[in-house]
């Protein structure tokens, strides 16, 4: 059983941070590929950032230079710093981890920023 657990999220004004956490299940986190989505309002799930177990990075041109990606793999845990945060940047934020090609999931942490 894949556990995903995020927290961190909540209101900020324009210009704020907040950092998210994705705590994830399992002894084998080191070897998983792990990766931060969101959606928002009538809008598709997109890509924010992901970071393979080998740490190579890879993130959305929207949110680049201001969004930062890590793991900690004592912890078991995949952070999210957000900086210099947006409107358009209010959506639902998903953690994800990908075991041999299958996607999970956990429940979201919602980041509104707003004024």
């Known amino acids: 059983q894949v556990q995903l657990v995020e927290s961190g999220g909540g209101l900020v004004q324009p210009g704020g941070s907040l950092r998210l956490s994705c705590a994830a299940s399992?002894?084998?986190?080191?070897?998983?590929?792990m990766g931060w989505y969101r959606q928002a309002p009538g809008k598709q799930r997109e890509l924010v950032a992901t970071?393979?177990?080998?740490?190579?990075?890879n993130y959305a041109d929207s949110v680049k230079g201001r969004f930062t990606i890590s793991r900690d793999n004592v912890g078991n845990t995949v952070y999210l710093q957000m900086n210099s945060l947006k409107p358009e940047d209010t959506a639902l934020y998903y953690c994800?981890?990908?075991?041999?090609?299958?996607?999970?999931w956990g429940q979201g942490t919602q980041v509104t920023v707003s004024s």
């Open positions: 994800n981890q990908v075991r041999n090609g299958v996607y999970y």
């Open positions: 399992g002894s084998m986190f080191r070897f998983y590929d």
């Open positions: 970071i393979t177990s080998s740490r190579s990075i």
